[in-house]
């Protein structure tokens, strides 16, 4: 099992960076996928970004890529979105998420929820305008 922390999450305006982090217990970090999604108000939660188990290979929302990066330190057991650009429509809570398959996946695949047997509690982003 790994429980994952997710942290960096608070109020930035518009145009903005912050980076959040996902701590995770456990022996086994690197061969998780990782990935984020977040939900806002009144919304569904939706995908983010997803990163294989050694960094090689990421998967971006259209609606992020080129502005959020996805990477992991797997000697601290660490995955970060770093996220630059910051709009209001950016503002959520962000969640981090674990496949303990290992296996990688398509953008679409790594969008499914399904996928991830372990979640974080959330970070809550607030982006102003």
């Known amino acids: 099992q790994v429980q994952l922390v997710e942290s960096g999450g608070g109020l930035v305006q518009a145009g903005g960076s912050l980076r959040l982090s996902c701590a995770a217990s456990?022996?086994?970090?690197?061969?998780?996928?990782m990935a984020w999604f977040r939900q806002a108000p009144g919304k569904e939660r939706e995908f983010v970004a997803a990163i294989s188990r050694f960094g090689g290979n990421t998967n971006y929302a259209d609606s992020v890529k080129g502005r959020f990066t996805i990477s992991r330190d797997n000697a601290k057991k660490t995955v970060y979105l770093q996220m630059n650009s910051l709009k209001p429509e950016d503002t959520a809570v962000y969640y981090c998420?674990?496949?303990?398959?290992?296996?990688?996946?398509?953008?679409?695949?790594?969008?499914?929820?399904?996928?991830?047997?372990?979640w974080g509690q959330g970070t809550q982003v607030t982006v102003s305008s």
């Open positions: 998420a674990a496949d303990e398959s290992g296996i990688y996946c398509s953008t679409s695949e790594c969008s499914r929820e399904a996928r991830y047997e372990y």
């Open positions: 456990g022996r086994t970090f690197s061969t998780y996928v």
